[in-house]
C-alpha cells in the first residue's frame, strides 16, 4: 500500500514533524520504499534532525 505516491509522500511529510517517534518509524519506512526522495530525506535526517535517535536511525538506514 506505501508504495503509492501518495503514501510516500505523507511519509515524507512525517519527517518534519515534531513528534521524533514518528520521524523514527517514517524513516524506517521510507528506507523500505528505496525512492531516490526517501533516500534524500534520510540521508538529511542522518545529519540534520534534532533528535539524536533520528539521527543514528537514519544514518544506519542510509548505509543499507
Not at 521524533?20 to 540521508?43: C, F, K, N, P, Y
Not at 535517535?53 to 544506519?60: H, Q
Amino acid at each position: 500500500r506505501m508504495h503509492r505516491p501518495d503514501g510516500n509522500a505523507a511519509l515524507l511529510q512525517v519527517m518534519a514533524s515534531p513528534n521524533a517517534a514518528a520521524r523514527r518509524a517514517a524513516a524506517s519506512a521510507l528506507a523500505a520504499l528505496g525512492t531516490s526522495e526517501a533516500v534524500l530525506a534520510i540521508q538529511r535526517a542522518a545529519v540534520e534532525d534534532a533528535d539524536p535517535d533520528v539521527r543514528r536511525i537514519s544514518l544506519m538506514l542510509a548505509g543499507r
